[in-house]
């Protein structure tokens, strides 16, 4: 979902962290219901509470590893290529008109 | 003894000699016959099993695979009620190379919704059960492929493994899993969880079998570009080499306080086996270990969030019927994912989230230079580190379930090698006095595979745990 700004609240309550669910579930486009919300944001809290400890890991002149192989961009030719697999692709869409996805409509009325 | 329970090297040959038609169907009847109690396979039907006519080392031999691997003609659901009915038009990398090799698509495998989780109890087809004990999980998340493998209701199976969803099930039902170094095997036509700690691996009977699918499924692939450029030795080669002069490491903090004490005695039992056999054994230190655990449910989680993301119900899978493109969103992600899922596309959008970025993303990566480190030093010193797969042996269906940090805890032993991306194999090591099996983890350096191999071949031998079979 990437890096998104929202202004919900971040309070450290003894350790625990205060997930404001609803917002989150905003942001990652689920709906939940009301007795899963209570569920889930139960256990975040308590999984981010676990993650807290590596506050205490000392990592100020460590530089992070977002991949293990060190790899370099891998470039290729840009050439075209058959692909002929229309067909198949949309054969598998939920909903489709001729050769396209169909969606609900986007612009709503106001 | 029935063709079901042969092993592949002997299914090979079987195969050869007499075709493959009576192997197919020994194994069936086995399905037929065991999988109501064991709910190994999600997709099976043997109608739908084509015979591949290619000539190569695995001709008319069956393999199964995980339901996270995209089998072009074949249902692909991940075990989520969100692809429910998918056929991909398209195979994966390593079973393209299966069917290139002359093997036959036998069925799909249950496992963890997107492998989500340590049990295989949060599949949208039900729970997969131990074939050693039915009240017992295989673990997770490729359970269906240890179980299917351990109950001789496949000859062989692909997994796959992002924090241990190879190797703990492997451990749970005395069976060989092996999870690669990253870049090892191509991860196209794979499900993407976590995309920098994901590789496919085999799950076998033997090490030898181990060997021999990992010589078909291993070697770049221009699909993939963290498939690695780097040659692929013949794994087979090294299983006779013995351990004379080997070096390996048992890490302090991998026997730890609360453990079973019947895993911590079977793994140090190897460990003087080793010795026995002409190999040095040490204790090292991976000083990390304890933050593992915390960094992977930062680190894999918002990878796995932002994976997530294209389910959306618009090309592919389930969709939502009612209202606004808005509501369709909400509506197909809220019934199509199960419960794990949430948890973690919600954990992931929130560590990954400005403001919180720094805070947990950054610094996860940061923790996991450190663990990799840990590696790097202790393989200066040692050729091989032994530890055991998982704190206890096989837990019961359901007594995790409820609390999520609790399941997540059950992988404190294979997640950092996802972490450092280092290769490593659970293979069985004995059984509790309960009868339960216990497994032992062989790690090694980076496309190092070969000592793996050469270390966990003169082990099996000399021990034969594979030889016992669960009653079903």
Redesign the interface.
Known sequence: MGRVTIPWKYKELGGKVAFEIEQIAELARLSLKPAEKEKLKKDLESILAYVEQLKQVPTDHVEPTSHVLNLENVFREDKTRPCDVREEVLKHAPHREGNFFKVPKVIEQE | MPDSSLTLKEAIALAREEGPQKLIDSLAKRVREVDGKVNAYIHFDPARIERNKAAGLLHGVPISIKDNLATRGWETTCASKILAG??P?YDATVVAKLRQAGATLFGKLNMDEFAFGSSTETSSFGPTRNPWDLERVPGGSSGGSAAAVAADEAIAALGSDTGGSIRLPAAFCNVVGLKPT??RVSRYGLVAFGS?LDQIGPITKTVEDSAILLNVIAGHD?RD??S?NVPVPDYTQALKRGVKGLRIGLPKEYFVKGMDPEVEAAVREAGKIYQKMGAEIKEVALP?T??C???Y??VAIAEA??NL?RF????????AKN???R?????T??LG?G?EA??R??????V??????EA?Y?????????I?DDFEKVFKETDLILTPVSPTPPFKLGEKLTD??TM?LSDIFTISIN???VPAMALPCGFSRSGLPIGMQLIAR?FEEETIFQAASVYEQETQWFKRKPKL
Do not use: N, W
Request: no cysteine.
């Open positions: 998918h056929v038009p990253y870049g920098s221009e570009s963290t690695a990390h304890p933050h655990v915390a960094v449910y930062i969030s932002s993301g959306d119900g618009v090309q592919y899978g389930f969709r209202g606004s493109l509501e369709m969103y909400f509506e992600r809220d994912f419960e949430k948890r596309i919600l954990l992931g959008t929130f990954l989230s400005a403001g919180y970025y947990y950054r610094k996860g990566q940061k923790v996991r230079t450190l990799r999520p940090l997540y972490l450092a991306g980076p």
